[in-house]
Nanobody, 118 residues
């Protein structure tokens, strides 16, 4: 199993970015996927999650209304659309995948850096 994130970069406040996380060695018929982020000197924290059971995505309050998580099953790719970025969104962003039938066995990507300048 391999998860590879991309799409990070350096942007100004108010800009948008779309992060991608392409998964190999997994199936997207039974999944729960999520994005986390880790700012310098801080713990990794939850950003957003979505699952294959059709329930609505869940977002951290700090990103609700600005970020959108989605999945393209055909491309085995998880996206995080980030709009109206703020300096406090600066962090390394990680994607996480697990099968809902085996949720304790989770896989992480290597992370992609997002830096938002004031």
């Amino acid at each position: 199993v391999q998860l590879v994130e991309s799409g990070g970069g350096l942007v100004q406040t108010g800009a948008s970015l779309r992060l991608s996380c392409t998964a190999s060695g997994v199936t997207f018929d039974d999944y729960i996927v999520a994005w986390f982020r880790q700012a310098p000197g801080k713990e990794r924290v939850f950003v957003a999650t979505i699952s294959s059971d059709g329930r609505s995505p869940i977002y951290d309050n700090n990103v609700k209304g600005r970020f959108t998580i989605s999945v393209d099953n055909a491309k085995n790719t998880i996206y995080l659309q980030m709009n109206n970025l703020k300096p406090e969104d600066t962090a390394v962003y990680y994607c996480k995948y697990a099968r809902t039938s085996d949720i304790v066995r989770a896989y992480w990507g290597q992370g992609t850096q997002v830096t938002v300048s004031a």
